[in-house]
């Protein structure tokens, strides 16, 4: 059975920073595109960062020169360095492992984290 865990949440003032992890158990994990993405309660999740399978990387531009995102295949991890902190990134954090091959797709997510930042 998959499983994402996430960890490394946490309460936080503003300007501070947290690391989250999260270790999955797939098979091929080199292979996932690995995500981040938050959601607040009346909001839809939305994309953090993201890192492929070869290393290039995408960032919200909210978070951009903020956040860092970067993984380890070797033990299966993906984290998000997160500098800076504010405000307004408080919200629960997902992570998500996404692949295609062999005419399947695969999507995988964890089960979140709770980042609070206060003023």
């Known amino acids: 059975q998959v499983q994402l865990v996430e960890s490394g949440g946490g309460l936080v003032q503003a300007g501070g920073s947290l690391r989250l992890s999260c270790e999955g158990s797939?098979?091929?994990?080199?292979?996932?595109?690995m995500g981040w993405y938050r959601q607040v309660p009346g909001k839809q999740r939305e994309l953090v960062a993201s890192?492929?399978?070869?290393?290039?990387?995408d960032y919200a531009d909210s978070v951009k020169g903020r956040f860092t995102v970067s993984r380890d295949n070797a033990k299966k991890i993906a984290v998000l360095q997160m500098n800076n902190l504010a405000p307004e990134d408080t919200a629960v954090y997902y992570c998500?492992?996404?692949?295609?091959?062999?005419?399947?797709?695969?999507?995988?997510w964890g089960q979140g984290t709770q980042v609070t930042v206060s003023t």
């Open positions: 998500n492992a996404k692949g295609a091959w062999l005419g399947h797709q695969y999507d995988y």
């Open positions: 797939v098979n091929m994990f080199s292979l996932y595109t």
């Open positions: 890192i492929r399978a070869f290393g290039d990387t």
